[in-house]
Nanobody, 127 residues
Framework: QVQLVESGGGLAQSGGSLRLSCTVSGFTLDYSTMGWFRQAPGKEREGVSCISNNGGYTYYADSVKGRFTISRDNAKNTVYLQMDSLKPEDTAVYYC????????????????????WGKGTLVIVSS
C-alpha cells in the first residue's frame, strides 16, 4: 500500500523557518521524482518544488526561489522541504507527491505524472 505522510507543519512567524518531511512507504524513492505542492485558501494548488529521483535536478516556483530548499534521503524514504524567510503568503496546506520518473519542471508546473498524494500538512505564517 502506497503511503505518503507529511509532517513538520505548524505556526511560524514571518521571517521564520519550518522544515517539512514526507515519509513514504509501499514503494522505493529510488525511482520516483518527488514534489511539494501547496494550496492556500481560495486559491488553486501550485507546485512549490520538485526533485528528481537521484536529487540531481530540482525545480522551484519563482515565489519560493532562494528561500526554500528541497532535498531527499532515499535510504530513509524521506523527502524534505526546508522553508526559510517565511512570508504570510506561504500560508497553505502543503502536500507531498510522487511522480514516477517525471521531469521535475513538468511535474511541478502541470502535475505531470503525479501518481500519489499525501494528505497534507498545514503551514500558517503570521505577520
Amino acid at each position: 500500500q502506497v503511503q505518503l505522510v507529511e509532517s513538520g507543519g505548524g505556526l511560524a512567524q514571518s521571517g521564520g523557518s519550518l522544515r517539512l518531511s514526507c515519509t513514504v512507504s509501499g514503494f522505493t524513492l529510488d525511482y520516483s521524482t518527488m514534489g511539494w505542492f501547496r494550496q492556500a485558501p481560495g486559491k488553486e494548488r501550485e507546485g512549490v518544488s520538485c526533485i528528481s529521483n537521484n536529487g540531481g535536478y530540482t525545480y522551484y516556483a519563482d515565489s519560493v526561489k532562494g528561500r526554500f530548499t528541497i532535498s531527499r534521503d532515499n535510504a530513509k524514504n524521506t523527502v524534505y522541504l526546508q522553508m526559510d524567510s517565511l512570508k504570510p503568503e506561504d500560508t497553505a496546506v502543503y502536500y507531498c507527491a510522487s511522480g514516477g520518473l517525471s521531469a521535475v519542471q513538468a511535474m511541478c508546473i502541470r502535475d505531470y505524472g503525479v501518481d500519489s498524494w499525501g494528505k497534507g500538512t498545514l503551514v500558517i505564517v503570521s505577520s
